[in-house]
Protein backbone atom coordinates (compact mmCIF):
# COMPACT_ATOMS: atom_id res chain seq x y z
CA UNK A 1 0.00 0.00 0.00
CA UNK A 2 3.01 2.48 0.86
CA UNK A 3 4.51 1.46 -2.04
CA UNK A 4 1.11 2.26 -4.26
CA UNK A 5 0.88 5.62 -2.14
CA UNK A 6 4.31 6.91 -2.85
CA UNK A 7 4.15 5.89 -6.96
CA UNK A 8 0.89 8.17 -6.69
CA UNK A 9 2.52 11.00 -4.96
CA UNK A 10 5.12 10.82 -7.27
CA UNK A 11 3.42 10.78 -10.84
CA UNK A 12 1.57 14.29 -10.41
CA UNK A 13 4.61 16.40 -9.68
CA UNK A 14 6.70 14.39 -11.99
CA UNK A 15 4.62 14.81 -14.94
CA UNK A 16 4.54 18.59 -14.30
CA UNK A 17 8.32 18.64 -14.24
CA UNK A 18 8.66 16.48 -17.37
CA UNK A 19 5.96 19.37 -19.17
CA UNK A 20 7.79 22.13 -17.78
CA UNK A 21 11.40 20.85 -18.67
CA UNK A 22 10.12 19.59 -22.26
CA UNK A 23 8.44 23.41 -22.69
CA UNK A 24 11.65 25.28 -22.41
CA UNK A 25 13.82 22.33 -24.07
CA UNK A 26 10.98 23.03 -26.95
CA UNK A 27 11.90 26.59 -27.29
CA UNK A 28 8.18 27.52 -26.69
CA UNK A 29 9.05 30.28 -23.98
CA UNK A 30 10.94 33.56 -24.66
CA UNK A 31 11.82 34.10 -20.85
CA UNK A 32 12.76 30.55 -19.42
CA UNK A 33 12.92 32.01 -15.48
CA UNK A 34 9.71 31.75 -14.78
CA UNK A 35 9.49 28.14 -15.94
CA UNK A 36 12.41 27.19 -14.19
CA UNK A 37 10.85 28.78 -10.97
CA UNK A 38 8.22 26.45 -10.96
CA UNK A 39 10.54 24.05 -11.78
CA UNK A 40 12.15 24.48 -8.57
CA UNK A 41 9.36 24.78 -6.84
CA UNK A 42 8.48 21.32 -7.97
CA UNK A 43 11.76 20.33 -7.07
CA UNK A 44 11.24 21.56 -3.29
CA UNK A 45 7.93 19.65 -3.05
CA UNK A 46 9.59 16.40 -3.95
CA UNK A 47 12.44 16.87 -1.58
CA UNK A 48 10.40 17.71 0.75
CA UNK A 49 7.99 14.55 -0.13
CA UNK A 50 11.52 12.62 0.56
CA UNK A 51 12.33 13.81 3.86
CA UNK A 52 8.86 13.34 4.92
CA UNK A 53 9.05 9.69 3.90
CA UNK A 54 12.03 9.12 5.55
CA UNK A 55 10.76 10.36 8.65
CA UNK A 56 7.55 8.45 8.69
CA UNK A 57 9.19 5.17 7.45
CA UNK A 58 11.33 5.41 10.57
CA UNK A 59 9.03 6.25 13.19
CA UNK A 60 6.66 3.66 12.23
CA UNK A 61 9.53 1.50 12.35
CA UNK A 62 10.43 2.44 15.54
CA UNK A 63 13.79 3.06 14.30
CA UNK A 64 14.02 7.03 15.67
CA UNK A 65 15.90 7.39 18.97
CA UNK A 66 14.09 9.81 21.76
CA UNK A 67 16.09 11.76 24.43
CA UNK A 68 13.32 11.85 27.01
CA UNK A 69 13.24 14.83 29.51
CA UNK A 70 11.50 17.29 30.97
CA UNK A 71 10.70 20.07 28.64
CA UNK A 72 9.03 23.17 28.90
CA UNK A 73 6.49 23.29 26.34
CA UNK A 74 5.94 27.37 26.09
CA UNK A 75 9.54 27.35 24.71
CA UNK A 76 8.80 24.55 22.04
CA UNK A 77 6.01 26.57 20.87
CA UNK A 78 7.99 29.86 20.64
CA UNK A 79 10.72 27.73 18.46
CA UNK A 80 7.72 26.21 16.28
CA UNK A 81 6.37 29.04 16.00
CA UNK A 82 9.26 30.66 14.54
CA UNK A 83 10.22 27.93 12.21
CA UNK A 84 6.62 28.03 10.85
CA UNK A 85 6.98 31.95 10.01
CA UNK A 86 4.07 32.81 11.82
CA UNK A 87 5.78 35.12 14.46
CA UNK A 88 4.31 38.17 13.13
CA UNK A 89 1.36 36.50 11.79
CA UNK A 90 -2.28 38.74 12.89
CA UNK A 91 -3.83 35.24 12.89
CA UNK A 92 -1.89 33.59 15.26
CA UNK A 93 -2.62 33.58 19.42
CA UNK A 94 -0.97 31.56 21.73
CA UNK A 95 -2.82 30.50 25.20
CA UNK A 96 0.63 28.38 26.54
CA UNK A 97 0.42 27.85 30.05
CA UNK A 98 4.31 28.94 30.90
CA UNK A 99 4.55 26.08 33.86
CA UNK A 100 3.08 23.24 31.43
CA UNK A 101 6.46 20.36 31.25
CA UNK A 102 6.26 17.32 29.31
CA UNK A 103 8.27 14.25 29.27
CA UNK A 104 9.52 14.43 25.91
CA UNK A 105 11.85 14.31 23.09
CA UNK A 106 11.92 18.31 22.85
CA UNK A 107 13.21 17.91 19.46
CA UNK A 108 10.23 15.29 18.60
CA UNK A 109 7.81 17.73 20.41
CA UNK A 110 8.55 20.63 18.21
CA UNK A 111 8.22 18.51 15.10
CA UNK A 112 4.90 17.87 16.51
CA UNK A 113 3.87 21.01 17.12
CA UNK A 114 5.12 22.67 13.92
CA UNK A 115 2.91 20.10 11.76
CA UNK A 116 0.26 21.15 14.04
CA UNK A 117 0.93 24.47 12.89
CA UNK A 118 1.74 24.23 9.01
CA UNK A 119 -1.46 21.90 8.74
CA UNK A 120 -3.80 24.84 10.09
CA UNK A 121 -1.85 27.56 8.38
CA UNK A 122 -2.68 25.82 5.25
CA UNK A 123 -6.39 25.85 6.11
CA UNK A 124 -6.81 29.09 7.71
CA UNK A 125 -7.97 32.44 5.54
CA UNK A 126 -6.79 35.37 5.44
CA UNK A 127 -9.23 36.59 7.72
CA UNK A 128 -8.95 33.46 10.55
CA UNK A 129 -7.81 32.72 13.48
CA UNK A 130 -4.79 29.98 14.61
CA UNK A 131 -5.14 29.22 18.53
CA UNK A 132 -2.63 27.31 19.76
CA UNK A 133 -2.70 25.63 23.39
CA UNK A 134 -1.14 24.17 26.10
CA UNK A 135 -1.97 22.69 29.18
CA UNK A 136 -1.80 19.96 31.75
CA UNK A 137 -4.84 17.91 32.79
CA UNK A 138 -5.05 14.27 34.13
CA UNK A 139 -1.03 14.11 34.22
CA UNK A 140 -1.16 14.71 30.57
CA UNK A 141 0.83 17.57 28.53
CA UNK A 142 -1.85 18.65 25.96
CA UNK A 143 -0.48 20.31 22.92
CA UNK A 144 -3.48 21.95 20.14
CA UNK A 145 -3.91 23.52 17.31
CA UNK A 146 -7.41 25.13 16.76
CA UNK A 147 -8.39 26.87 13.19
CA UNK A 148 -11.05 28.68 12.14
CA UNK A 149 -12.05 28.80 8.32
CA UNK A 150 -12.76 24.85 7.89
CA UNK A 151 -14.41 22.07 9.04
CA UNK A 152 -14.10 17.88 8.69
CA UNK A 153 -16.58 15.44 8.70
CA UNK A 154 -16.78 12.65 10.56
CA UNK A 155 -14.80 9.86 7.79
CA UNK A 156 -12.68 12.61 7.55
CA UNK A 157 -12.08 12.94 10.71
CA UNK A 158 -11.41 9.21 10.87
CA UNK A 159 -8.76 9.50 8.16
CA UNK A 160 -7.22 12.43 8.82
CA UNK A 161 -3.97 10.96 10.52
CA UNK A 162 -3.81 8.48 7.49
CA UNK A 163 -0.51 9.06 5.61
CA UNK A 164 -0.88 10.64 2.00
CA UNK A 165 -5.04 11.45 3.08
CA UNK A 166 -5.88 15.26 2.66
CA UNK A 167 -9.29 16.62 2.74
CA UNK A 168 -8.56 18.85 0.32
CA UNK A 169 -6.37 17.26 -2.28
CA UNK A 170 -5.99 20.24 -5.20
CA UNK A 171 -5.89 22.90 -2.02
CA UNK A 172 -3.17 20.84 -0.30
CA UNK A 173 -0.90 20.12 -3.35
CA UNK A 174 -0.66 23.48 -4.78
CA UNK A 175 0.26 25.19 -1.27
CA UNK A 176 2.94 22.66 -1.19
CA UNK A 177 1.47 19.82 1.13
CA UNK A 178 2.58 16.28 1.24
CA UNK A 179 -0.32 15.09 2.68
CA UNK A 180 2.05 13.40 5.65
CA UNK A 181 2.23 15.83 8.34
CA UNK A 182 -0.38 14.51 10.54
CA UNK A 183 0.55 10.74 10.02
CA UNK A 184 3.93 11.91 11.12
CA UNK A 185 2.61 13.34 14.63
CA UNK A 186 0.61 10.99 14.97
CA UNK A 187 3.85 8.20 14.93
CA UNK A 188 5.83 10.84 17.34
CA UNK A 189 2.96 11.19 19.68
CA UNK A 190 2.55 7.00 19.75
CA UNK A 191 6.25 6.62 19.94
CA UNK A 192 6.28 8.47 23.31
CA UNK A 193 3.71 6.80 24.86
CA UNK A 194 1.38 9.74 23.57
CA UNK A 195 -2.04 10.30 21.76
CA UNK A 196 -3.62 12.51 19.23
CA UNK A 197 -7.15 13.61 17.95
CA UNK A 198 -8.70 15.57 15.98
CA UNK A 199 -12.36 17.50 16.47
CA UNK A 200 -14.54 19.54 14.55
CA UNK A 201 -17.40 21.58 14.95
CA UNK A 202 -18.81 25.23 13.93
CA UNK A 203 -15.95 26.65 15.40
CA UNK A 204 -13.34 25.52 12.91
CA UNK A 205 -10.50 22.10 13.39
CA UNK A 206 -8.61 21.04 16.59
CA UNK A 207 -5.85 19.08 15.95
CA UNK A 208 -4.03 17.76 19.37
CA UNK A 209 -1.04 15.35 21.07
CA UNK A 210 -0.57 14.78 24.35
CA UNK A 211 2.42 13.42 26.38
CA UNK A 212 3.02 12.86 29.95
CA UNK A 213 3.60 15.42 32.40
CA UNK A 214 4.59 13.53 35.18
CA UNK A 215 8.62 14.16 35.69
CA UNK A 216 9.06 10.46 36.94
CA UNK A 217 7.17 8.62 33.76
CA UNK A 218 9.50 7.03 30.99
Known amino acids: NLVHDVAHELRTPLTALRCRVETVLDGMVDDPKPTLRQINEEVAHLSQLVTDLEELA ?41 AVTARADAVRLRQIVLNLLTNADRHTPPDGVITVRALTRDGEAIVEVHNTGSTLTAEEQRRVFD ?9 QRATGGSGLGLAIVKQLAEAQNGRVWVVSDATGVTVGATSSSDSGAS
Open 58 to 98: RAEARELTFVMADTAVADVYRSAIRVAGLESDPRLRVECDE
Open 163 to 171: RFYRADPAR
